[in-house]
């Protein structure tokens, strides 16, 4: 029974990841990423990590999706005419990728970590992975890192705005905004 | 489900979005490799934690979620400010850093 989830979730993440790098429309590209995330969320399960899954379909799937979404309405889709300027890469970029996934493979199963053919340790604590268990983790033994976090979160935000806030009056004619010339064109 | 094959789904994540962060020139498109890519790193973590069965891991994931959330939104707000200016949406045009 686990196989069958753990394989159903395998190949549907897979395939979104996918489709993420192959279509070729940006919209399509963030709504590819959802469903992987989705399909991750249910492995993420798989290994006990509840809390997680949750945060993942919610930050993720949910708010961090969200601003893809405007983001790729807004700048349009843009008819990237796919590789045509880097044929190099076209050729030599699955190539490295493949190398590199062989070459973590081999790392990883070539390891002497015998525990690695196993399904984990036997008998997990009661509660493992479950948000209380991971909030006292945090507020306790990361308290510090969970701070660093939320001081992390302001800049962002700061950042965002200052990035992409408009600037109509104060810097010159560069900075205003097109008008309509090269508005946003058709999401599909 | 021996960990194993959570480690190899996770190298196998990490390498597609590899690939498109080389091979793709859209700025959106590359963002979203480089979430492929932290998500594959998020699921090793996840398996390390089980198999050691200690939450430190799990913890590490939620620090990367918030990392990422911080990089999108920076990103991003990159991109429409590229937009805004009229520079084209392509990674490949912007060579004005080159040293």
Not at chain 1, 84 to 101: H, M, N, V, W
Not at chain 1, 137 to 156: K, T
Not at chain 2, 84 to 98: A, T
């Amino acid at each position: 029974m686990v196989e069958v989830a753990f394989f159903f979730g395998a190949i549907g993440a897979i395939g979104g990841a996918l489709a993420v790098v192959l279509l070729r429309n940006p919209f399509y590209s963030v709504l590819a990423l959802v469903v992987h995330l989705v399909f991750l969320a249910g492995i993420f399960l798989l290994l006990l990590s509840q809390f997680i899954a949750a945060a993942q379909i919610v930050v993720y799937a949910g708010a961090v999706m969200v601003i893809y979404v405007f983001v790729a309405a807004y700048v349009g889709g843009i008819e990237e005419p796919m590789f045509d300027s880097s044929p190099k890469l076209r050729i030599f970029g699955p190539i490295i990728a493949a190398a590199l996934f062989i070459e973590i493979s081999i790392a990883v199963l070539g390891s002497s970590l015998t525990a690695l053919g196993t399904e984990g340790v036997a008998k997990v604590e009661s509660g493992f992975g479950t948000p209380e268990a991971v909030g006292r983790l945090m507020l306790e033994d990361f308290l510090i890192a969970f701070e660093a976090a939320s001081l992390l979160l302001l800049v962002a935000a700061v950042a965002a705005i200052v990035l992409a806030g408009r600037k109509d009056e104060t810097t010159g004619p560069s900075a205003t905004v097109p008008a309509g010339s090269t508005g946003p064109g058709e999401p599909g | 489900m021996a960990i194993e094959w959570y480690l190899v789904l996770s190298a196998m994540l990490f390498s597609i979005g590899f690939a498109g962060v080389l091979v793709r020139r859209n700025p959106v498109v590359v963002l979203l490799c480089l979430e492929l890519m932290l998500s594959g790193g998020a699921l090793a973590m996840l398996s390390f934690s089980r198999l050691h069965g200690d939450g430190d891991g799990q913890v590490f994931v939620l620090m990367v979620l918030v990392v990422a959330a911080a990089e999108v939104v920076v990103g991003l707000g990159l991109v429409v400010a590229m937009f805004r200016r009229r520079i084209p949406l392509d990674v490949d045009e912007m060579k004005e850093l080159r040293g």
